[in-house]
């Protein structure tokens, strides 16, 4: 009866040392699982503010695009501009601007 009573008392104390056992593993990976939301979290805000970023970087010349293309107006670059001209007369694109005040009076 003694002999019957320790080898209860042994197989109930396994039991709950295991038990204990998965429980402090299932604590770990929930943790690794929380820690790796919490970086996911992260991440994501950090995306979204380099992605504003590079929104905002990129507005001025696209929205300089879409305002000459809604305007109709004429931009031109260096390239187009004149190489050999020695005069000191303003840039063509001051001159046109110029010349569509002075048409609108």
Same mark, same amino acid.
């Given at each position: 009866?003694?002999? *019957?009573?320790?080898?209860?008392?042994?197989?109930? $104390?396994?039991?709950s040392?295991?038990?204990? /056992?998965?429980? #402090?593993?299932?604590?770990?990976? #929930? +943790?690794?699982?929380?820690?790796?939301h919490y970086?996911l979290? /992260?991440?994501?805000?950090? *995306? +979204?503010r380099l992605?504003?970023?590079?929104?905002?970087?990129?507005a001025?010349? *696209?929205?300089?695009r879409d305002? /000459?293309?809604?305007e /109709?107006?004429?931009?031109r $670059?260096?390239?187009?501009?004149?190489?050999?001209? +020695?005069?000191?007369s303003?840039?063509?694109?001051?001159?046109? %601007?110029? %010349? %569509?005040?002075?048409?609108?009076?």
């Open positions: 009866m003694f002999f *019957r009573f320790i080898a209860t008392l042994a197989i109930l $104390t396994g039991i040392i295991y038990g204990m /056992n998965l429980e #402090k593993q299932n604590l770990k990976l #929930k +943790s690794i699982v929380s820690q790796q970086e979290h /992260n991440l994501e805000e950090q *995306r +979204s992605f504003l970023k590079t929104q905002q970087l990129g001025p010349p *696209r929205l300089i305002w /000459n293309l809604k /109709n107006y004429l931009v $670059t260096k390239e187009q501009f004149p190489k050999d001209k +020695s005069d000191n303003p840039p063509p694109l001051l001159e046109w %601007r110029l %010349r %569509r005040d002075a048409s609108t009076e």
